[in-house]
């Protein structure tokens, strides 16, 4: 499905997509993630007959880096680094996760914006030297309306109206000297609020209405009341507050005398809390760890940084086998999302792990599950079950 909706996406247009190729990175994809899933089972058995027993680490993180190593070598090698990429960042998650839970480190209210205002703020001043990809750009200049010679709404289907107002504030206020955007200040930040809120409420509502269609069905009438609900207008407040606060800010400190760049750093860090409004670890990490990847790149190619071979799959191995030893070890570190996808593809037996043995290594393994016992053939066991089940009153 994710496949083939991309392939929509790039397109544009049905007839142009290569069905053959699609199906065979259809068949490619799928081959990688069963390899990766059956490796993983198949070398905790292979390294257990090896050793003649199991340890911690060989219970979920060397089977794990072993599995992921073969099974990227399948993968399409574009994918590779896109793959590595949200890996890593799924594994700092988890890692972060892990400390937490350890009494190590602590959680902080609103914590994700953080990084993801280091995030932005990179990519603005990247992007206002003009060091970005055309794709990153154009991402970037959409998001937060960064339209220097265009407008960025188009006046030519709007309501009578809506044009006379548009109209009026684009020339009834002013702008400063440095500022880039074409009309005024108060026009930079409202025109892209809005139009990145029309946009949000839209992709918000239909995936509210796809979601609740047996509500709908059954009681239309609480149709409106889904719609205009705060958790259905939290993204469209998301992506609506970035341009806002960034031009804000920007359009404020442009009055001063500070320089373009810190304005830059200043404003894109500001925009970041608009994830108040949508709280996302996962974007919030993804926007971090793509900026450190961007400006490594940049580096290799200036010559300031050594290329490193086959990176991506070191990457990608190191990453998804930390997440799916931790899968065996400590699943409620991994993200919800991600331990989801992990039991629908085993068809939940990654549950099924004998996880209060790895209680006496420190980890706390049994938290998600404090009342299981796996009914073990003391015959294929090292252990006899009796030495640590709870002692049965007759």
């Given amino acids: 499905m994710p496949r083939s909706t991309s392939a929509l996406i790039s397109k544009r247009d ?3 997509i290569k069905y053959d190729t699609l199906m065979k990175d259809i068949l490619r994809s799928s081959l990688f993630l069963t390899t990766n899933l059956v490796g993983y089972l198949f070398w905790l058995c292979r390294l257990r007959q090896a050793m003649g027993f199991a340890i911690w680490p060989t219970a979920g993180f060397v089977n794990g880096w072993l599995s992921s ?10 994918r590779r680094p896109m793959l590595a990429l949200y890996l890593t960042n799924l594994a ?22 953080v990084p993801f205002a280091i995030g932005l703020a990179g990519f603005i001043a990247m992007y206002k030297k003009k060091q970005l990809s055309d794709g990153l750009a154009r991402i970037l200049k959409f998001i937060f309306a960064l339209n220097e010679q265009s407008d960025t709404i188009d006046t030519t289907s709007l309501h009578p109206l809506l044009i006379k107002y548009l109209t009026w504030v684009r020339h009834y206020f002013g702008k400063h000297e440095r500022c880039e955007h074409p ?27 796809l979601k609740s269609i047996p509500t709908i069905l059954r009681r239309p009438s609480q149709l ?11 993204l469209p407040l998301f ?29 894109g860090s500001v925009s970041a809390s608009s994830m108040v409004a949508y709280p996302s670890v996962s974007i919030s990490m993804y926007i971090f760890w793509k900026l450190i990847e961007t400006v490594y790149f940049k580096l290799t190619e200036q010559g300031r940084a050594p290329i490193i071979k086959h990176g991506d799959i070191i990457l990608y191995t190191l990453s998804t086998g930390y997440v799916l030893g931790n899968a065996a070890l400590e699943p409620q ?22 996880r209060r043995l790895f209680n006496a290594f420190g980890f ?31």
């Avoid at 190593?69 to 574009?78: R, S």
């Avoid at 700092?92 to 209210?109: A, C, D, I, M, P």
């Avoid at 026009?187 to 809120?197: D, M």
């Fill in 183 to 209: 009309h005024s200040c108060p026009s930079a930040a409202l025109e892209g609020t809005s139009r990145n809120f029309a946009i949000g409420f839209g992709v918000s509502s239909l995936i509210t209405i």
């Fill in 92 to 113: 700092s998650e988890t890692l972060y996760r892990q400390f937490v839970n350890h009494g190590y480190l602590r959680t902080y209210k609103h914590g994700e914006c």
């Fill in 224 to 234: 409106p009341k889904l719609l205009f609900s705060f958790r259905n207008l939290r």
């Fill in 14 to 16: 049905p007839r142009k």
């Fill in 69 to 78: 190593y073969f099974a990227i070598l399948l993968e399409k090698q574009k």
């Fill in 364 to 394: 706390d393994s049994q938290k998600m599950f404090e009342h299981f016992v796996p009914n073990l053939n003391p015959k294929y066991v090292t252990i006899n079950p009796a030495l640590y089940l709870p002692f049965k009153r007759v």
């Fill in 239 to 267: 992506l609506a507050l970035i341009p806002f606060l960034y031009h804000v800010t920007e359009c404020s400190l442009k009055r001063t005398r500070m320089s373009d760049t810190a304005i830059h750093l200043i404003s």
């Fill in 333 to 354: 570190a991994i993200r919800k999302g991600y331990w989801n996808f992990l039991c629908g593809l085993t068809g939940q037996r990654v549950r099924l792990f004998n």
